[in-house]
């Protein structure tokens, strides 16, 4: 099993960054997936990377402005969070799965990192 913990949330202006990291305790995965979930929205797919070759993904709406990337050694995938707007606000999740991957398939999940874009 693998075990994920995020960290790097926080309050920050519109325009600003922020860095989220996922840490992992194993290496038991094929990808890991960035997911977030606003109030009153369902959980959705913001970012992914595969384990293997390192290609990534991004849903729409964070294209340009996100950056996922990891650091091997460490085994921990990070997301870059740049131009930060209001709609981003969200509890932000990693987990051992992309959204694509079907339903059945449930992975392991982070405990979440509040991410908060405001003025």
């Known amino acids: 099993q693998v075990q994920l913990v995020e960290s790097g949330g926080g309050l920050v202006q519109p325009g600003g960054s922020l860095r989220l990291s996922c840490s992992a305790s194993g290496s038991d995965y094929y990808a890991i997936g960035w997911f977030r979930q606003a109030p009153g929205k369902e959980r959705e797919g913001v970012s992914c990377?595969?384990?293997?070759?390192?290609?990534?993904y991004y849903v729409e709406s964070v294209k340009g402005r996100f950056t996922i990337f990891r650091d091997n050694a460490k085994n921990t995938v990070y997301l870059q969070m740049d131009n930060l707007k209001p709609e981003d606000t969200a509890l932000y999740y990693c987990?051992?799965?992309?959204?694509?991957?079907?339903?059945?398939?449930?992975?392991?999940w982070g405990q979440g990192t509040q991410v908060t874009v405001s003025s």
């Open positions: 987990a051992t799965k992309c959204w694509w991957y079907a339903s059945t398939w449930q992975g392991n």
């Open positions: 990377i595969s384990r293997s070759d390192g290609s990534t």
